[in-house]
C-alpha cells in the first residue's frame, strides 16, 4: 500500500473518485434537461449510454421501472400515457412475466400469514377516531388493500385455478432532444402519479436494467434484482396489461394494407366528419407497388357509396378498372387528349340541386367557365386589345339572353342545350346587328371571328377539337368518372398550348360539378390526380388543383394525389399541396435527399429510419411483377412494396397491401395500358 501511495496510486485513486462524483453530481444536475445535455454529447453520431439515459444520434431515450400500481387502474392507461407524448415522442413497455407458485401451507407463508394479521390486529385495536384519522388512513388503507388482495390470490388460485405470475415492467421513452421530450417527460410523470402510478427513474444503472429486461439475457444480476420490483398478479390482470390494440392502428373504416409487423390491418375511417380536409399524398418510386395501392383504396371507397372522378394525365391506367364496375355501376370514360374532339362544354346551366349556396351560384359558374373558355381560344391576343375583354362578356351574355336566361334562378333552365358553338354565332350577330359602333370594338370582333372560327367553322383547321360535346347532365351522377389526357410519352411542350389549357379547364369544370352534385346528393367525391408532377409543368395548372385541394373541404372532397416523383413537389409546391396533406403512403425512394426533405417538409423526422428502410428493401426476384406479395414466400423482404402510412398526420405504420394472387393479378390491378379491360 505505502508502494502504492509513493508511486502517486492514492493521488490518482482520489482523483479518479472526485471524477465519479462530478460525473454523477452534474449526470444528476441534468437528468431532466435533454436539450443541455446535448452540449457535453462530443460524439452525437454513435450509440452511447451514460448515467442517466441512452442515445443514438439526437434520439434519447429514458428509462423507468414500475414499482407499483394503485388499487384501481384504468385498462387503457398505456394508452392515456402515450397520448401525453409531443411529436415524436414514443413510449414502449417491457413486461416479463415468470409463472409463479404460491405454497400456502409452507412455513414462510405461514410465517408472512401470521405477521400480517398481527398488523393489522394492532391497526384495529389502536386508538385511531377523527382526531388522528388523517395520520392513520393510509396505513388503514393498505391494510384493508392486503387483505382483500390475500382474499383474492387465495381463490382465484384455489377456487378458481387461475395462473399466477411474477411482473416485472419497464417503461421507456424515446424520442428527438430537445424541449418536446422534455415536456413529454414531464407530462407523463404528472400523469402516473395522478393515477397512483410508481415509476422510478433508472439512473447509473441502466446497463444492469438493460441485461435484465432482455430476452437474449439469462445471466444472474444481483444490482438489477435489487432496482426492479417483481409483483404477483393473476393471469387475467395481467392480460390487461398487455393490450390487444397493440400493433394496430384504427378501429374501423377502409384497409390501408397491413402492418408489415403485427400483420393487423390499418383501417381509417375517411370523412368521419363531413367537414374535414382530406388530402392524400401517395408517392413511390416506378415499381414501388403504388398502382396496387391507389386501386384497392378506390375499389372501398366505390364500395361505400363514394362518387370518384379520376384525373389521368397520362391516359389508359384505369380503364380496366372503370370497364369492370361498368358492369353493375354507372361509368362515364371521357377522352380529352389531343385529336379526340372530347371537351366539355359548360354553357349549359345545371339542374337546380336544392342546395341554395350551391344554386345560387350556378349561372355565375358556367358564365365564369364559358369566359374562361373564350379567353383560351383567344390566347396572347386576349391580353394585349383590351376590347377583347368587352366582346366576348358581351357575346356570352347576348347568348343567355337571347335564350330567355335572366338573373332569375326561374329562367335558367332555359340554356338547356346551349354550348360554345352558340357563343360563336353570338360573334357574328353582333357583327351583323352592329352591335357597337365604337372602332377599336369592332376590330375586337372581327379579330374574335378570326381567332376561333377554325375551331368552330365547319370547314375550320381546329374543328377536330370541338366534336364529342360532355355536359354536366351526362357526368354528375356517375359512380366512376374516368378523364384521360393521353399525354403518355409526351411532354407538354409537345402539345398546341391551346389543347393543354382546355384540358384544364376542362378538368377543372369537371371537378368542380362532380363536387357540387355529389355534396347535393349527399354523397362524398374523391378525386385522384394521376402522375401529380405533370401537373406542374401545365400552364396555370395551379388554378385548377390548388383550388381543388384548398376548397374541396367544404364541398366534401377526398383529394388523392399520386406521384413517382415526389421530389418535382419538393422543388416546387406551386400547388400548395404539401402543407395541406392530411394523410400520406410513402413507399421506396432511391434519393435519400429527397426523404430527408419530405420527412422535413411532412414534420415527421422521426420516421426517416421507415423511410431508408423501404427504401433499402431487398428484392429476391427482380423480374417479380409489381404487387407479387406472397406473404408466404420466406426470400420476400417483409418491407418490399411497403408503405410508410401516416394517417391524420398523428397515426404512423409500415403497411403493404396483400391481396390475393387471382385478384392482384387481374387486368383491374395490372399496371400499364391495356384498352380491352
Known sequence: MLGLWGKGGFRKYWKDTLMLYDDLYFSHSIKNNTELARRFNHDPDNIAIDFIGSYDGELVSFYYIINSFPRELPINFKDRIRRECREGVRVNFITILRGHHIDWDSPQMRSRLRYLREVGQQNMNSDIDAYNLHKNIQSLGTQNWVEESLSYLAIADIERERA??????????????????????????????????????????IPDVLRYFSPFSRVPNKTAEELVSIQVLT?????????????????????????????????????????????????????????????????????????????????????????????????????????????????????????????????????NFTLATFKTLLGRSYYEDDWLDTVVNDAVSETYKRAGVTEDPETWANSKGLTLFDVYHTFHYLKESNYRQDEGYISALEKAIAKTGKYFEPDGTRKSVFTERVVVSDIIDADLVVCSFGMAGKSPQAVDDTQLALMQLGAAQLSHQRSVFSKSQGRFNFK?????????????????????????????????????DVGQILRDDRFGILPNITSFMIGAIADEQVRDELAHRLSIPHMKRELDAIASAKRSDDDAVEGDLDSSEESIDPLRHAFLCGLDRTKFGVVRVELPPDIRRSKVFKTGVDLRG
Request: proline share 3%; charged share 25%; with cysteine.
Open 235 to 367: 393471469d387475467e390482470i395481467a392480460a390487461r396489461f398487455v393490450s390487444y390494440g397493440q400493433g394496430t392502428l384504427g378501429t374501423s373504416g377502409i384497409c390501408f394494407g397491413v402492418d408489415v409487423y403485427s400483420r393487423f390491418p390499418v383501417l381509417k375511417k375517411v370523412k368521419a366528419k363531413g367537414d374535414v380536409a382530406e388530402n392524400w399524398l401517395i408517392t413511390a418510386e416506378t415499381g414501388g407497388g403504388k398502382s396496387h395501392l391507389v386501386k384497392d383504396l378506390l375499389l372501398q371507397l366505390l364500395a361505400l357509396g363514394f362518387y370518384g372522378t379520376i384525373m389521368d394525365v397520362e391516359g389508359f391506367e384505369y380503364i380496366p378498372l372503370a370497364n369492370f364496375l361498368a358492369h353493375n355501376s354507372k361509368v362515364y370514360i371521357i377522352n380529352m387528349a389531343e385529336g379526340s374532339g372530347n371537351y366539355f362544354d359548360p354553357v349549359e346551366i345545371p339542374d337546380p340541386t336544392g342546395i341554395e349556396e350551391i344554386d345560387r351560384d350556378a349561372k355565375n359558374m358556367s358564365l
Open 528 to 564: 385522384v390526380w394521376e402522375e401529380f408532377q405533370r401537373w406542374g409543368k401545365f400552364p396555370d395548372s395551379e388554378k385548377t388543383i390548388g383550388v381543388a385541394v384548398t376548397g374541396g373541404r367544404k364541398l366534401g372532397d377526398v383529394n388523392i394525389i399520386l406521384t413517382n
Open 164 to 205: 399466477l405470475l411474477k411482473v416485472s415492467t419497464l417503461m421507456i421513452i424515446s424520442g428527438v432532444r430537445g424541449p418536446d421530450f422534455d415536456e413529454s417527460v414531464d407530462k407523463i410523470l404528472k400523469y402516473l402519479k395522478h393515477i397512483g402510478v410508481k415509476a422510478n427513474r433508472v439512473l447509473y444503472d
